[in-house]
């Protein structure tokens, strides 16, 4: 029987980097659904539509072909047969991503395809609705979460080494906008699931992060 583990929580909370590493180390298929609804994010953006037109951006869902390969060390993202991992990695894809994500029609559209990807295999499955919505029945459910201005410092940090400095009022202004849009939305809002385990790295390095989040599934699991 497969093992399935969902791991929610606000923008910035290290959801994806902690669990490629974890996915990685546990022999587990990493499914970054954020860069699913960041991929409809970009094609909004880049085919002129604003991505709050919920008509708008219906339209172009049967235009979309989406695919998410495993590779060694996390997920390339495939739009159309294009490679967009690093593309949809941008601040305004980012933000584009989370007024898309409030769409119901778009996350309808990627619910099925979420869904199967756990069907047959121990995925590690992370973003905001995954514990409360695509994957109700997971094995082990996590809430990720950080103090806002622990997660912008976070983030700018990770756009200096990108060589995008911008700065900390800003990204933590965007941060704060992205948790209200992804808190407040009408559909599949994020929330933490009643069963879901917090863990709040707010004075947590990487390293402890890691360590405890590997504790918390292997015992959820069964598997220590």
């Known amino acids: 029987m497969s093992i399935s583990v969902a791991i929610d929580g606000p923008s910035g909370a290290g959801k994806s980097t902690l669990a490629r590493r974890l996915a990685a180390e546990m022999g587990f298929v990493y499914v970054d659904t954020g860069a699913m ?33 495993p590779v060694p060390g996390g997920q390339q993202m495939l739009l159309n047969g294009r490679d ?11 933000m584009a991503a989370s007024a898309v994500s409030a769409l119901p029609a ?3 559209f990627l619910l099925e395809k979420q869904r199967q990807m756990a069907a047959s295999q121990n995925v590690l499955m992370d973003g905001r609705d995954i514990g409360t919505v695509v994957l109700p029945g997971a094995t082990v459910k996590i809430f990720l979460t950080a103090a806002p ?23 933590l202004a965007d941060v704060m906008q992205r948790d209200e849009q992804d808190s407040t939305r009408a559909s599949a809002p994020l929330r933490q699931a009643e069963d879901a385990v ?3 790295t707010t004075y947590l390095n990487f390293e402890e992060s890691f360590v405890r989040l590997r504790e918390i599934i292997c015992r959820r699991a069964g598997l220590l």
């Open 198 to 200: 917090r863990l709040d």
């Open 37 to 69: 609804y960041r991929s409809i994010g970009l094609y909004a953006l880049e085919s002129g539509t604003d991505p709050h037109d919920a008509a708008g951006v219906e339209a172009l869902l049967p235009q979309i072909r989406l695919e998410a390969r």
């Open 106 to 108: 778009v996350r309808a």
């Open 149 to 171: 201005q622990a997660r912008a410092l976070r983030r700018q940090k990770e756009l200096e080494a990108k060589g995008q400095a911008r700065p900390y009022s800003e990204v």
């Open 84 to 94: 967009v991992t690093e593309q949809v990695r941008r601040e305004e894809v980012g």
